[in-house]
């Protein structure tokens, strides 16, 4: 059974501050990761994805993949009250279209 | 570009009465959809993937009786869920991927709320 893992919070930052969520994975064949951001009674929005190896920057955004440790996680610099959110992890096996989800990660950036 | 729409995006109903809610990709083709549920602090969970042209397949514990999937065309997937109960409330949100890509995009979802 395909797990994915993120760091339990809520995680609490101030604003300006960086937000570190970690994600692992059990699946060692997965071969794409994804990073969605959900706003409390919204659904899922797509904030990155990441399929090699290393470090991918979208603005304040980075993810970063090492499929070596089975490991993804995502950076907020500079964070701002209106990224305070639910940071989902999804996972998506080479040869299967589902994605595999954790829990989520609760971020609150304090004004 | 990649944009999902469902409808409706909140609907109250009786117990023992059906439901369909509607899930289209706006501005690209996806032969594959999914159907998530998720209820309140909870992650989603994904109820089945909806394949155009052919059968739905469900996830272990999800009724195919009670939650009939329609992918009628390459831009439209139906979920009804039949004799609706109060368990049945529920967040339900729609993915789909553009053919030739591997990004699920989200419907805004909608909420059920069977009395």
């Known amino acids: 059974q395909k797990e994915v893992e993120q760091n339990s919070g809520p995680l609490s930052v101030p604003e300006g501050a960086i937000a570190s969520l970690n994600c692992t994975y059990s699946d060692r064949v997965s071969q794409s990761f994804f990073w969605y951001r959900q706003y409390s009674g919204k659904s899922p929005e797509l904030i990155m994805s990441?399929?090699?190896?290393g470090d991918k920057e979208d603005g304040r955004f980075t993810a970063q993949l090492n499929k070596a440790s089975q490991y993804v996680s995502l950076l907020i610099r500079d964070s701002q009250p209106s990224d305070s959110a639910t940071y989902l992890c999804?996972?998506?096996?080479?040869?299967?279209?589902?994605?595999?989800f954790g829990a989520g990660t609760t971020v609150t950036v304090r004004a | 570009g990649a944009v999902v729409s469902q409808h409706p995006s909140r609907v109250i109903c009786k117990s023992g009465t059906s439901v369909k809610i509607e899930c289209r990709s706006l501005d690209f083709q996806a032969t594959t959809m999914f159907w998530y549920r998720q209820f309140p602090k909870q992650s989603l969970m994904l109820m089945a993937t909806s394949n155009e042209g052919s059968k739905a397949t469900y996830e272990q514990g999800v009724e195919k009786d009670k939650f009939l999937i329609n992918h009628a065309s390459l831009t439209l997937s139906t979920l009804t869920v039949t004799s609706a109960h109060p368990e049945d409330s529920s967040f339900y949100i729609c993915?789909?991927?553009?053919?030739?890509?591997?990004?699920?995009?989200f419907g805004p979802g909608t909420r059920l709320l069977v009395l």
């Open positions: 990441i399929y090699s190896n």
């Open positions: 999804a996972v998506r096996e080479s040869n299967d279209y589902k994605l595999s």
């Open positions: 993915s789909a991927t553009p053919d030739g890509q591997e990004t699920q995009y």
